[in-house]
């Protein structure tokens, strides 16, 4: 039985704010495994800001990916709740922060 949960992360935030799990979250059974971040931070950024996942560069690398069990959507303006509709309907559990 799997007992931890592999994140995806699809950073809308426009501001440059970094999404952060909390600090017990890999002791928790929560691994940050990709990220996808838009608006305004360059790849090095997202690079610095989560260097333990992976940055891919489409929602479909993390949506489609089987090892991903929840996908977090951080700062979502109105045209990006398309994404979680598309995650949604791949199976995904969302969480919309």
Do not use: W
Request: hydrophobic residues 35%.
């Amino acid at each position: 039985m799997k007992t931890s949960k592999n994140i995806g992360l699809i950073d809308c935030d426009v501001k440059g704010k970094k999404f952060q799990l909390d600090s017990t979250s890999s002791g928790n059974g929560y691994q940050l495994k990709k990220v996808l971040v838009r608006g305004n931070k360059s790849l090095g950024l997202a690079q610095t800001q989560y260097p333990e996942a992976e940055i891919v560069d489409h929602e479909y690398s993390i949506i489609h990916d089987n090892a991903i069990d929840l996908i977090i959507v951080s700062a979502p303006e109105n045209s990006d709740l398309g994404l979680v509709a598309k995650a949604l309907e791949a199976g995904k559990q969302v969480r919309v922060i």
